[in-house]
C-alpha cells in the first residue's frame, strides 16, 4: 500500500536531543518515515537524515510515520547489539501521549489483545486471538475534554500500530488517525495524536540507566 501524499516536515530537519560516541536520540516529527520505503520517491527519512551527519547511525527500533517522538539509533554495531537486545528482552521503557476520540471512563487498565498484519488491508493490523502475537498496553487517563480524552500509553511489547489498534478496540480511536480512525476522529486533528514522550534504556557501555523525554506537540 503507497504512502499517500508523502511530504515529510522540512524544518526542524534533523532535531537531536542527545549524542555521544555510541547513541544518538532523536525527536522524529509526525510525517517522517523511519526507514526509507520502497519507492524512490519515499527515500527521505530519519536514518537517511542523521546519516547525512553521523554516516554510521543504525536504527534500532522505529515509530510509524505519523507518530511523532523520541527515537534512539546506534552510532556502531556493539551498540547497535546491545541497544537491540535491550528492546528484544523489553527492558526498555517507554511512554506515550495520545488524545483519542470520545470520554474514556475508566480511569486506567490494560488491553492484552494479540495483533496479526491484516493483509488485504497492509498496513494495516487487526486484533487475531487464533494468529496474533502477544500485545500489551497499559493505559491511564490524564485528562478528559468535551469529546476526547487525554491519555498515557506504556506498551509492554512493540507490534506494529499496537497502541493506535490497542486504542480503537475500546472505540476510542487516536484522533487525526488516516488509518484507524472513524471521520469525526479523523477530522477532529491534522495529523495522528500520538507521540513517544519518555524513553529509557542503559548506556551499552557505561550500563548506566539514561532516560530521555520529548514534549508532547499538541
Not at 516536515?9 to 536531543?17: A, F, N, W
Not at 502477544?134 to 499496537?162: I, M, Y
Request: aromatic letters at 6%; one cysteine or more.
Amino acid at each position: 500500500m503507497a504512502i499517500f501524499n508523502y511530504s515529510p516536515p522540512m524544518t526542524p530537519y534533523l532535531e537531536i536531543v542527545s549524542q555521544d560516541d555510541d547513541l544518538l536520540v532523536l525527536n522524529k516529527p509526525s510525517g517522517l518515515l523511519s526507514v526509507p520505503g520502497k519507492a524512490k520517491e519515499h527515500a527521505d527519512c530519519l536514518q537517511t537524515r542523521a546519516q547525512r551527519v553521523f554516516p554510521t547511525a543504525t536504527v534500532v527500533h522505529r515509530l510509524d510515520m505519523a507518530t511523532s517522538g523520541l527515537m534512539v539509533m546506534a552510532l556502531n554495531k556493539p551498540a547497535h547489539r546491545h541497544i537491540s537486545k535491550q528492546f528484544e528482552l523489553r527492558e526498555t521503557a517507554k511512554i506515550y501521549q495520545a488524545i483519542v476520540f470520545d470520554n474514556v471512563q475508566q480511569d486506567s487498565g490494560e488491553i492484552n489483545l494479540p495483533l496479526i498484519c491484516d493483509w488485504p488491508n497492509r498496513p494495516k493490523q487487526m486484533v487475531d486471538h487464533e494468529r496474533g502475537k502477544k500485545a500489551l498496553t497499559h493505559w491511564r487517563v490524564l485528562e478528559r475534554k468535551n469529546n476526547t480524552t487525554r491519555v498515557e500509553l506504556k506498551p509492554v511489547t512493540g507490534r506494529s500500530h499496537q497502541l493506535r489498534v490497542h486504542m480503537l478496540s475500546m472505540q476510542h480511536p487516536i484522533i487525526g488517525d488516516r488509518l484507524y480512525a472513524h471521520d469525526q476522529a479523523l477530522e477532529m486533528a491534522s495529523r495522528l495524536n500520538l507521540h513517544a514522550m519518555f524513553l529509557s534504556f542503559r548506556h551499552p557501555v557505561t550500563e548506566q540507566t539514561l532516560h530521555f523525554e520529548s514534549q508532547v506537540p499538541f
